[in-house]
């Protein structure tokens, strides 16, 4: 209960009496708040009212058969239930929708993503890196990884993969799958249209003629329309270059030597790097599966092959092994198109066309003037 002494207060009003109209419910008595305890209705029990000081409103409890009343109270020089304010809330309410903040203690804990991806699902790294030492300058090494799934508006389904390291690497071999670093691609689809933009496989339709398989680097579209229920078309479009050149090793096999066996570029090259996940290995014949607990192992950075326990090594097995090798004098361009009709599920009718071609003028590991091509060619003849 809040009390108050006039007497000790040098703002306190000094007595105050008024004569109000009764009402039958409530009377407003003053502006100010009234101090508690002040309040004295003449002639009337303190069981037929209750005073809302600081308000200063007065509640019939009981309705007193009376015309008037006279009051007696002091009041504090405040009205507590005025709002102060520099301000007009009611003009910041009309420029700016101001939302309240609610404090929830369980997800205090919960932080905002530094990126929001909306409904996408990302995953990935980010990190940055000094390296010195008493021989060497500072160098600066750089990471960024990421991966991200979702849906976007219109029904538009994304899928890709980033990354940016200064120093690139490969993934290691003794896996049946293996994680690819390297790899960076875009790919949108909605309904069955899909686009690739990146790095991506390019391989041939399940046909007899014409296999083929290689890493690239470029665009891809494919649209599969179904006409009607009978009659269908699937057709793919492919423009790129390739990462790699095509190389093939017969391994000369020893007695009880599992390895390693170190391949050779098609002329001659001992240090190069395999393109992870294009190699084909072949025992007798046989296609052998990667994985420590399969057939072999492989290290895409030294170009090395170990086999496994499970394929025991003579000297007169015939081993083949067929690899991309990122060895690139030119540019190797790579354009495709595919298109199959199904009629009736009964009559397939296919197309392939395949071309793939150096643009020999249009060299990556150096450039060459006029003189220099001109030197080459009369050397030759």
């Known amino acids: ?107 205090a804990g919960n932080t905002a993503p530094f990126v929001d991806f909306g409904n996408v699902n990302y995953l990935g790294s980010f990190g940055r890196a000094l390296s010195f030492g008493n021989s060497q300058d500072v160098i600066l090494n750089s990471q960024f990884n990421l991966q991200f799934d979702g849906e976007l508006g219109d029904s538009i389904h994304i899928l890709g993969a980033i990354t940016d390291n200064n120093i690139p690497f490969q993934p290691q071999g003794n896996t049946q799958q293996i994680q690819e670093f390297d790899k960076v691609f875009i790919q949108l689809k909605r309904k069955k249209t899909t686009l690739t933009v990146g790095d991506y496989e390019m391989k041939s339709a399940n046909t007899y003629f014409m296999n083929y398989y290689k890493r690239v680097q470029g665009a891809m579209i494919s649209n599969s329309v179904d006409f009607n229920k009978n009659l269908s078309n699937k057709m793919t479009l492919g423009a790129s270059l390739a990462k ?81 090798l990122a060895d690139r004098n030119y540019l190797n361009s790579l354009v495709y198109f595919n298109d199959e009709i199904s009629l009736n599920n009964k009559l397939y009718l296919k197309l392939n066309v395949y071309s793939n071609q150096d643009a020999k003028n249009q060299g990556i590991q150096q450039t060459l003037d006029s003189t220099q091509k001109r030197f080459f060619i009369n050397d030759w003849r």
């Open 244 to 324: 790699g050149k095509f190389s093939r090793n017969t391994i000369v096999a020893l007695e009880g030597n599992q390895g390693p066996y170190k391949l050779t570029g098609p002329n001659g090259e001992q240090f190069f790097i395999v393109l992870a996940g294009t190699e084909k290995v072949y025992l007798d014949g046989m296609l052998l599966q990667r994985g420590e607990d399969l057939d072999y192992i492989i290290d895409y950075n030294t170009a090395e092959v170990t086999f496994m326990p499970k394929r025991l090594i003579t000297k007169d097995l015939r081993i083949v092994i067929e690899f991309e």
């Open 1 to 107: 209960m809040f009390s108050a002494n006039a007497q000790d207060k040098e703002w306190h009003s000094s007595k105050l009496i008024k004569t109000i109209v009764n009402a039958k419910d409530s009377i407003i008595i003053d502006s100010l708040s009234i101090i508690p305890g002040s309040l004295y209705v003449e002639n009337i029990d303190t069981s037929f009212y209750q005073v809302d000081y600081f308000r200063s409103i007065l509640y019939w409890k009981k309705v007193a058969s009376v015309d008037s009343i006279v009051i007696s109270y002091r009041t504090f020089p405040l009205f507590f239930y005025k709002k102060f304010f520099h301000k007009d809330a009611q003009k910041i309410e009309q420029n700016f929708t101001m939302t309240p903040y609610y404090y929830n203690a369980e997800d």
